[in-house]
Structure formats: structure tokens, C-alpha cells
């Protein structure tokens, strides 16, 4: 009830606004409204059963996109909470780009619920991120991913180590690119924080966005690389 009251009150002095539209939101709290919460496109089953990339018709078997038949990827899965379009992806770009910070409860939300979907029964020691070049967070004073996968970590009560992961070189933004420019653009990119402590460990890598999933195979590529047991991927969205 004391929160519901100041809550409330905080709610006449800073009204929240949807991350989706921008209009009113939800008196329940949160940063969504009715119509934009509807919106939002849960993915809930007919996806890839490695990558978790959903597909359009009906699989009643086990399914397993191209992309992941034809070459094996490095994580050993990766889920998302909902597809990238519609009010999330205008809140994830307004979390991302434009220092909507006050979204991060609302994104963490979608990928905490996502683990304990889908991840429930799968063995996690510590949560990391997709470490963000140094340039590019001088420039935007956060890494969305590190904000994430701590809220994340809180949630679910598990350690959370950013630093397993480290940018060796500069990138190009991977939006715009085709999935091969993807691919070649972060090759290599990527370096293991402290070898020794990743060896024997099962991971829970963070991000906000996955589309080709080359961003985040080749992060599970360098823990792998290091010896750690298991890399399980989770994205608040999916493009």
C-alpha cells in the first residue's frame, strides 16, 4: 500500500509516459500504456530451437532454422522476449539511443521473464553483456547491456560479471549491415576479461537486440574459446 501511495504521488509530480507512444501510461505502473503492452508481440513458440528466431506457419516438430543447420553456432541457446517492432522497438531505441533510462525496469522485465521461461532448468553461474567499444560509450555514458544484464542478475540472484568480455578492436555499428558484413565486422572484435575465472563456468550473456545473431555468437565464440562450460543468450527483442 506505501508503495501504491507514492507511486501515485510520484505519478502527479512526474507523470510516467508509454516508451511505446509516448501518451499516458498505465496506472499499475511501468512505462507502457494499455494499447502499446497489448502490442507487443511475445514470442511464445514456433521458433528456431537453437537460436530461438521465430518463424511464420505452423512446426509441430522440433525446428531448426537454416542459419543454424548450416553452420553450428557457438552459444548453446539463445531466446528472446519479443520481436523487435511496434512500441518495443521504439522504447528499446529510446533506451538505447536517446538515454531512456527510465525504460530499463520495463526492457529487464521482458528478459528476466524470458530466462525463467526458458532457462529454468539449464545450469547459470554468472551473468555477462556484450561489452560496448570505448568510444561509443564515452559517447553515450552507459552500455544499455551491462544496465540490463545487471537488472537481470538482481532478479534472478545471480553474479553478474561485465568485465568477462572486452572490446580489442573498433567496430562498425551492425545496423544496415547484410548478415555476412555482420559477421566480418565483429570478427575478432572481442577478448576474454580474465581467462581463469571464465574456465569450467556456465554464462548468461545480455543484450538488448539480436538479429543475426553474430553479435552474440561471437561473444559465446571467445567465452567458449576460454573454456567456460555452457553460453546461454538472452535479448529482450528479436529482429
Given amino acids: 500500500m506505501i508503495r501504491e501511495i507514492g507511486l501515485a504521488f510520484l505519478d502527479i509530480v512526474y507523470p510516467r509516459v508509454c516508451g511505446g507512444c509516448g501518451g499516458a501510461a498505465m496506472q499499475s505502473g511501468g512505462h507502457w500504456c494499455w494499447d502499446c503492452r497489448r502490442k507487443i508481440e511475445l514470442i511464445a513458440d514456433r521458433y528456431c530451437s537453437r537460436c530461438g528466431d521465430p518463424i511464420f506457419g505452423e512446426a509441430d516438430h522440433p525446428f531448426v532454422c537454416r542459419t543454424c543447420g548450416s553452420g553450428e553456432p557457438r552459444f548453446d541457446l539463445a531466446r528472446s522476449a519479443a520481436r523487435y517492432s511496434g512500441p518495443l522497438k521504439n522504447a528499446i531505441q529510446e533506451f538505447k539511443y536517446r538515454a531512456g533510462l527510465h525504460l530499463l525496469r520495463d526492457l529487464a522485465d521482458l528478459a528476466t521473464a524470458a530466462v525463467r521461461v526458458h532457462?529454468?532448468?539449464?545450469?547459470?553461474?554468472?551473468?555477462?553483456?556484450?561489452?560496448?567499444?570505448?568510444?561509443?560509450?564515452?559517447?553515450?555514458?552507459?552500455?544499455?547491456?551491462?544496465?540490463?544484464?545487471?537488472?537481470?542478475?538482481?532478479d534472478l540472484r545471480l553474479p553478474v560479471w561485465p568485465e568477462a568480455l572486452v572490446r580489442v578492436r573498433k567496430t562498425e555499428p551492425q545496423a544496415g549491415l547484410a548478415a555476412a558484413q555482420r559477421r566480418l565486422n565483429v570478427a575478432g572484435a572481442f577478448g576474454p576479461g580474465r581467462p581463469s575465472w571464465i574456465k569450467g563456468r556456465n554464462f548468461l550473456l545480455v543484450d538488448d537486440v539480436m538479429t543475426t545473431g553474430a553479435t552474440v555468437n561471437e561473444c559465446a565464440k571467445v567465452l567458449k574459446q576460454a573454456a567456460a562450460c555452457r553460453v546461454y543468450v538472452v535479448t529482450v527483442a528479436r529482429g
Fill in 119 to 154: 532457462y529454468v532448468r539449464k545450469p547459470i553461474d554468472v551473468v555477462t553483456c556484450v561489452p560496448l567499444r570505448a568510444s561509443r560509450l564515452r559517447e553515450r555514458g552507459y552500455n544499455q547491456s551491462q544496465l540490463l544484464a545487471e537488472r537481470v542478475g538482481r
